[in-house]
């Protein structure tokens, strides 16, 4: 069975270009949560979708960053335009109904 | 206001010696607690959880302790393995709730 995969792995921008980052769950999973983790502190919630419904985004940091999961398959997370405060790691996991999450390895975004 | 906490950012064990990993989380309302292992350059990995009605949960090697009263999480790895080395990340979550709160990490550090 295939995990959850991320791309890019890696992404240099300038601060007020536009970036988008794609998650593919694991097969099956209705359950994809992106989440991202800033500068080697804790890893913070962003938000949870349940096949193609947002169910919580109660941790968008601001109306820059925009999340999709059209057909509740793969999901994209856009950041729109970029600052320099939005770099860090964006990890996006997957999960069945009640069971624990499986995590991609992550995006590294650098804002420059 | 950190909900989950890490206290020890680091922590060097002997080969063959035992691991302990410590979380303290101040939300009475989270039931369900779970431990993530991190290699660099690679998104958390799933090593073990435990829910409010247990006090403890065992896997090989890593046994889980909570002890709700004192709002307080333990991870026991027996015998520690040079290949354990990792960031340890505690995470918690409530019923209702799919979203992980996680602590900031601990670097465990196995010595051959």
């Known amino acids: 069975e295939a995990g959850v995969t991320q791309f890019p792995s890696h992404s240099v921008i300038e601060k007020g270009q536009t970036v988008t980052l794609r998650c593919d769950p694991i097969?099956?999973?209705?359950?994809l949560y992106w989440y991202r983790r800033v500068m080697g502190k804790e890893i913070k919630f962003l938000l949870h979708f349940v096949k193609e419904s947002k169910q919580d985004e109660s941790g968008m940091p601001n109306n820059r960053f925009l999340a999709e999961r059209t057909g509740g398959t793969y999901s994209t997370l856009k950041v729109q335009p970029a600052e320099l405060e939005d770099s860090g790691v964006y990890f996006c996991?997957?999960?069945?109904?009640?069971?624990?999450?499986?995590f991609g390895q992550g995006t590294r975004l650098t804002v420059v | 206001d950190q909900q989950v906490k890490q206290n020890s950012p680091s922590l060097s064990v002997q080969e063959g010696r035992i691991s302990i990993l410590n979380c303290d989380y101040t939300?009475?309302?989270?039931?369900?607690f779970l431990w993530y292992k991190k290699y660099p350059a690679e998104g958390p990995t799933f090593l073990i959880s435990?829910?409010?009605?247990?006090d403890k949960n065992e896997d090989g090697r890593f046994t889980v302790f909570l002890n709700k009263s004192a709002k307080h999480l333990s991870l026991h790895i027996v015998p520690s393995q040079p290949g354990d080395s990792a960031v340890y990340f505690c995470a918690a979550s409530h019923s209702g709730t799919y979203k992980y709160i996680f602590g900031t990490g601990t670097r465990l550090k196995v010595l051959a």
């Open positions: 435990i829910s409010s009605i247990k």
């Open positions: 996991a997957s999960s069945r109904t009640n069971t624990e999450a499986f």
């Open positions: 097969s099956g999973h209705d359950n």
């Open positions: 939300n009475s309302m989270f039931d369900y």
